[in-house]
């Protein structure tokens, strides 16, 4: 059994371990991949629903921005 363990003595070293830099950019990639797909999880479509939100928050933006302009400059109607 010993014989087989001979093998592998070395190879731990000649392995390059990653700086601590390059530590941290890989555990934060793999936390935002981690977040996207929990926010999938469970819909056919998440890139659509994201979509959706955009049109959704565009529209209100674009309402709220006429609504803005036409605060003061309201039609008036004049009888007389």
């Known amino acids: ?3 087989c363990l001979d093998c592998f ?3 731990s070293e000649d392995v390059a371990q990653p700086d601590d ?3 941290r950019r890989q555990q934060a990639e793999a ?3 981690r977040m996207k797909e929990s926010e999938g999880r469970g819909l ?3 890139e659509g ?3 959706k939100q955009m049109q959704k928050e565009e529209m209100e933006k674009k309402a709220e921005a006429l609504e803005q ?3 003061d400059n309201k039609l008036k ?3 007389g």
């Open 44 to 46: 056919k479509d998440p």
């Open 1 to 3: 059994m010993g014989a």
């Open 69 to 71: 302009t036409e605060g």
């Open 21 to 23: 830099e390059e530590k």
């Open 9 to 11: 003595n070395g190879a």
């Open 77 to 79: 109607w004049q009888v």
């Open 31 to 33: 936390a935002e991949k």
């Open 49 to 51: 629903v994201k979509r």
